[in-house]
Every structure is written in C-alpha cells, then in structure tokens.
C-alpha cells in the first residue's frame, strides 16, 4: 500500500530532494542497513562498478547499451540528471516512471520505519535504484558511483568488472587534496579478484590503482597498455575508431561526439572481453550495435538547431578542457557564443580558460540553484585573462541569457551552453525537453 505521503509524483520527488537537508555523509552504514531490510537486492544480479572524475556516465551507457543488445535484461543507475529525477533509474534504456518512483520511494521509507535511519539523497535513491532492479529481475546492472568510491553507497555491489574511467582533483574537501589520495578513494570499488580497468594517464593516480589491484590480487587493465583506440573520424553526432586489445574491431562506431569518447567507448569494449572471458555471451556484433544505440544527455548535445544551441555538463576544468578540444575540431569555422553557469564550489577560472579562449562572445550567468556561483564572480574571474578580447556580458538568469545570445547570435554561429548540469538542464528545460518542471525548480543533481 502505498504511504500517504507518497501519492504524487511532485510531492515524492520533493520528499527525495528534502533529504539533502542530511548533506553528504561518505560511508556504508546507512546504505548497508537499508540493504538488510529490503532483502539485500543488490545481490540479486550481476554489475559492472563505474567510478572517475569525467565519463562515467558515457562509458555506463555504451556498457549497458551493449549488454542490452547482447540479449540481457540491464539496469542503469546513474547521476546526475539534467531535467528530470527519472533519467537516473532505468531499465534496457526505459526511464523508470513517475508512478514507479512513488512506489518504490515509498517501500523504501516504510522499510525505515521504527529504525533511527537517517539517509541522504543518494543512499535513499542507490536503494531505490538497487530494490527496483531486484523487483524487475534485471540480469545485469551498470552502476556509476556518486563520488568517489570507497565510501560511495553504490560500494555494497560485488561487481564482476570494476572500471575507474580518469582521475583528477574533484570533491577535494571530501575525497583529498591530491591525485594521490583522490586515486586512493576512488580505488575503494576494486574488490578483490576482481578485475579493473582504467583510461587514468596521471601515473601517480594509475600507480595507487596499481598497487591496490595488486593488493587484492586483481588484475588492472590500463588504457594504452593492455588496450587502446585510433580515432578515426568525428563529426557532431558520433565517433569513428578502431579497437585494439584481445582481439582487434575495426570501423566501429559509436553515436556520441568528442574526443573523449574514444577511452569511454574503448573501456566499455574492454569491460566486455572481461565478462566474455568469465563466460557470459557478448558477440563483436553486439559491440557494435550496442555501440551504435548508446544516447546520452548533457554531453555535447543538440536542443536547438534554429538557433543552434549545444549543451554540454563539463563541470571541471579537465572536462572543459576536452569540450573546448572537440569544438575546434568539430566546428573550426564557427563563431562561438558561450553561455557559462558554474557551481561556486567548483574551480571556475580552471573550467572558463579553455573555453572563453575559443569563443566569440561570452555570457556569464546563474542557473536557478543555491550553490550556483553569481555572474559577476564568473566575470571577475574573466577579466583575471588579460589576453581575452571577447565582449563578455552578464544576464541574471539562464533564460536571459539564452535570449541575449540568440539576438547576437548569426548564420556561422553555435551557441555553446556549459559549466555546470544545472546550466545545461535548465536550457533543456526551456526548449521543452522531456522533464518534470518542478525537479527543475528543486534543482538538486548530486555529483554535479
């Protein structure tokens, strides 16, 4: 029966987003409780363990879009979303539904009653993920940490692969002040005689994922050691290349744009020739296809041909780093009108250079969200490059600046929307994407 406090999907989804008022507690207790109660249903299906700074999301998708083209029953749970709460659960690439999260929120909160439980938004919603999976009968599950790893909820999982996509300062005040201790805490998802494998190519961080594999009697896998890539094409809607590791594909191809997309793509591959060696059936055309299939948000994405309005998460400076790389590349001819709203906890002046260095026009904004930096910070920040000469504006909000930038914006133009999730999915949001309304006006995304 469903609790009388869950009967709308609104009010749930304000229940859920309440629960941040327990900030972020990194630890396995709660999580572990709660897995007790509800019958441990994370031991009900096999999981790949996706932990890293940038591309977790794109290397679970590809993953889970191959294993659902293998034939397998695949659950995804993944964060953050852009628009609406339901893009984090899904099942063979169907977002749970509205109905779906009233029910399963609300048997995980009667599943607390009478016990001194106090979870945060992640762990309740890593239950609801885990319970929903267990209930659908789901075969396999591609799980993405929230942060970190080690004391991440997501860490309960006895993963058949393990894969720490790269590594660089994030979360310092939780995860440590060096790449050093931030490998070590994402190296917490390496469970032992379990294989792992990396497209990391810091070597302090690749040496302590080293050394705890080896600790734990795990073999690592090492992007351009025991597996690689050759880039060969890319346009705005999907990258071309070539796989080299157990056995070489060629020619494959996979619908998501950026450079990056080759170690995501390549560790997804390497995760299958993994599970094909412990036995489980993934053919080279299921690779392929899977490949092919694989959709994600927020990640160098169109919302708007007419005006042309791209979006995309980068939300540290290695990510904008790479977003800036792949618009040279993709667009060498057009004039960039940037539009950048970034969380103030977040290294701004690390996340603007790449990209006020290769637009047009900037617009410094703020999405609607407590921790969003003001414009006027982000502009501060901007006059610090004395090398820029890019007119740079300020609008009070994502809608204004959306509007400042079509005006300005011309036949050679992309209007480029990044720096945080929050600032790409509220645009989404503007241009009708699918979504609830008000997960947008709660505007809390985990790990963003």
């Keep these: 029966m469903i609790n009388t406090y869950f009967k709308k999907y609104d009010s749930t989804v304000k229940y859920l987003y309440s629960l941040q008022k327990h900030g972020i507690k990194l630890g396995l207790a709660n999580i572990s409780e709660l897995m007790d109660i509800l019958g441990n249903p994370h031991n009900s299906f096999y999981s790949v363990h996706v932990a890293g700074t940038n591309g977790k999301g794109s290397t679970s998708s590809a993953l889970a879009s191959i294993l659902m083209e293998s034939g397998f029953k695949v659950g995804l749970f993944t964060s953050p979303h852009l628009v609406s709460f339901t893009e984090r659960i899904r099942i063979n690439n169907l977002r749970i539904s509205e109905s779906e999260v009233i029910e399963v929120a609300s048997r995980v909160h009667d599943s607390m009653a009478g016990r001194e439980l106090n979870p945060t938004f992640f762990e309740f919603v890593t239950a609801m993920a885990f319970y929903y999976f267990a209930q659908n009968k789901v075969e396999w599950a591609v799980i993405e940490t929230g942060m970190g790893g080690r004391l991440d909820a997501t860490n309960v999982i006895l993963p058949q692969a393990s894969i720490i996509t790269n590594i660089s300062l994030e979360h310092c005040e939780f995860l440590g002040r060096n790449i050093s201790d931030i490998a070590f805490e994402k190296a917490g998802i390496i469970k032992p005689e379990t294989p792992v494998i990396t497209s990391s190519k810091i070597p302090e961080a690749v040496n302590m994922l080293r050394d705890i594999a080896f600790s734990r009697n795990s073999k690592i896998h090492v992007y351009d050691k025991d597996f690689k890539g050759t880039l060969l094409f890319?346009?705005?809607?999907?990258?071309?290349?070539?796989?080299?590791?157990?056995?070489?594909?060629?020619?494959?191809?996979?619908?998501?744009?950026?450079?990056?997309?080759?170690?995501?793509?390549?560790?997804?591959?390497?995760?299958?020739?993994?599970?094909?060696?412990?036995?489980?059936?993934?053919?080279?055309?299921?690779?392929?296809?899977?490949?092919?299939?694989?959709?994600?948000?927020?990640?160098?994405?169109?919302?708007?041909?007419?005006?042309?309005?791209?979006?995309?998460?980068?939300?540290?400076?290695?990510?904008?780093?790479?977003?800036?790389?792949?618009?040279?590349?993709?667009?060498?001819?057009?004039?960039?009108?940037?539009?950048?709203?970034?969380?103030d906890d977040k290294d701004i002046r690390g996340i603007l250079a790449p990209l006020i260095r290769i637009s047009e026009s900037i617009i410094l904004t703020k999405p609607k969200y407590e921790r969003s930096a003001l414009p006027e910070k982000l502009y501060n920040h901007v006059m610090d490059f004395k090398d820029i000469n890019a007119p740079v504006m300020i609008a009070p909000s994502v809608n204004e600046a959306l509007e400042l930038a079509k005006k300005l914006c011309r036949e050679d133009s992309i209007i480029l929307v990044t720096g945080s999730f929050y600032t790409a999915g509220e645009v989404k949001e503007i241009f009708g994407c699918s979504g609830v309304l008000s997960d947008l006006r709660e505007g809390f995304r985990v790990g963003s």
């Design 234 to 343: 890319m346009d705005d809607k999907q990258t071309t290349f070539d796989y080299q590791g157990n056995k070489d594909l060629k020619d494959l191809k996979i619908s998501l744009s950026g450079k990056y997309q080759l170690y995501n793509a390549c560790m997804a591959i390497r995760a299958c020739e993994i599970l094909r060696e412990k036995g489980f059936s993934i053919s080279d055309d299921s690779i392929k296809s899977g490949l092919m299939n694989v959709s994600i948000e927020g990640r160098l994405e169109w919302v708007s041909k007419s005006p042309p309005v791209l979006v995309d998460g980068a939300h540290n400076p290695d990510a904008a780093q790479a977003l800036s790389d792949s618009v040279k590349t993709l667009f060498p001819d057009k004039k960039i009108i940037l539009i950048a709203g970034i969380m």
